[in-house]
């Protein structure tokens, strides 16, 4: 009795549970696919679940059946007849799971060549080089000449081919309405393909444990129409040819005084030791998870290890709040879509 009791306390925490699990972030779910790759990965699970369906209700069927047709009524020592050795039932029961993988393994099959086929379509295929990094993404687009951190432009209707790569340890590399994952190694090249249905923000995430802030280490997908994309490609190589008659003479001149232009490029002048900042001011997270305000970029500037550990990016706590106030202020300039 006891422990029917202990088992009913744990029953609403059991069911809250079980409701938690729908709860989730728009377009971070294999389970509403906006691409063809998520849609065959989406149709796959259907299909398997209701192979297994199908299997279960026969066997309890079949169980059941049994139960009640071959009970011992009282008084009967008889024994039903013995069927060992049947060949018909012998066929069935070997045909039968025969038949059932083969409706699993074919479409398997045919589609796997489907999703490793990263030959490029049409002449304006886009090629993405991607770099996993502890604990951030760099998106090189190398035919048009430029780079992008955390979030990585694609347009729609296209398929776009993905070229992975990992700067430190294993990463992994996943979108989950638009595709499966797949790892970045160190010293290793995979690729992927990638298509989205229509304009829209698709979540990505690291899904191999690569450090203390794995969980943090976000990126977003942003699919926009043809003409858009181009758009912004151009906002990307015409930042290059001179960035700085657009910005904030004071906050750029903090930028290269504290030595940040070492670690960030803006529009390929600097480095890439960190993500990119060419486009920064039109993110909506800060370091891939905190929303995009004053407040937090100042946190994260004067104290990034405290909001994410083991990340490179030193400390400027001695930052005055002038000087502080013009680095956001140049920051938060850094748009290529006015």
């Not at 008084?75 to 059932?100: C, F, N, R």
């Not at 979108?175 to 290793?188: R, S, T, Y």
Request: with cysteine; net charge negative.
């Amino acid at each position: 009795m006891r422990n029917w009791k202990n088992a009913l306390r744990l029953l609403p925490l059991s069911l809250l549970v079980f409701f938690m699990t729908g709860c989730g972030e728009a377009n971070l779910t294999a389970l509403d696919p906006k691409g063809p790759q998520a849609q065959w990965i989406y149709d796959k699970m259907l299909l398997s679940l209701f192979v297994m369906i199908f299997v279960a209700a026969f066997v309890f069927a079949v169980f059941f059946i049994i139960l009640i047709k071959f009970r011992r009524k009282p008084g009967d020592d008889t024994y039903p007849k013995q069927v060992h050795g049947s060949t018909t039932l012998e066929i069935i029961w070997t045909a039968i799971p025969i038949l059932l993988l083969a409706i699993l393994a074919v479409p398997t099959i045919t589609g796997s060549f489907m999703l490793a086929d990263t030959e490029p379509e049409g002449d304006h295929t886009v090629h993405i080089k991607v770099t996993g990094h502890q604990f951030w993404w760099q998106f090189d687009y190398e035919d048009e000449g430029f780079t992008a951190g955390q979030d990585v432009y694609i347009p729609t209707g296209e398929k776009v081919i993905f070229e992975l790569h990992a700067s430190d340890v294993i990463h992994s590399f996943w979108v989950p309405a638009l595709a499966g994952k797949v790892d970045n190694v160190p010293g290793i090249t995979n690729h992927l393909w990638l298509e989205a249905d229509e304009p829209g923000i698709y979540k990505g995430k690291c899904t191999e444990l690569c450090g203390p802030e794995h969980a943090l280490m976000d990126f977003k997908v942003i699919a926009l129409d043809r003409p858009d994309y181009d758009a912004w490609v151009e906002g990307m190589q015409a930042k290059a040819e001179d960035s700085s008659e657009v910005l904030a003479r004071q906050g750029y001149e903090v930028f290269e005084n504290q030595g940040c232009i070492g670690c960030h490029a803006i529009s390929g002048a600097g480095s890439d030791l960190g993500p990119t900042l060419t486009n920064f001011g039109e993110r909506t997270v800060v370091a891939g998870y905190l929303e995009y305000n004053d407040e937090n970029l100042e946190a994260w500037i004067r104290d990034p290890e405290s909001l994410k550990q083991g990340n490179n990016m030193p400390a400027y706590p001695d930052l005055s709040d002038e000087d502080m106030a013009a680095l956001i202020a140049f920051l938060k300039s850094l748009k290529v879509n006015e």
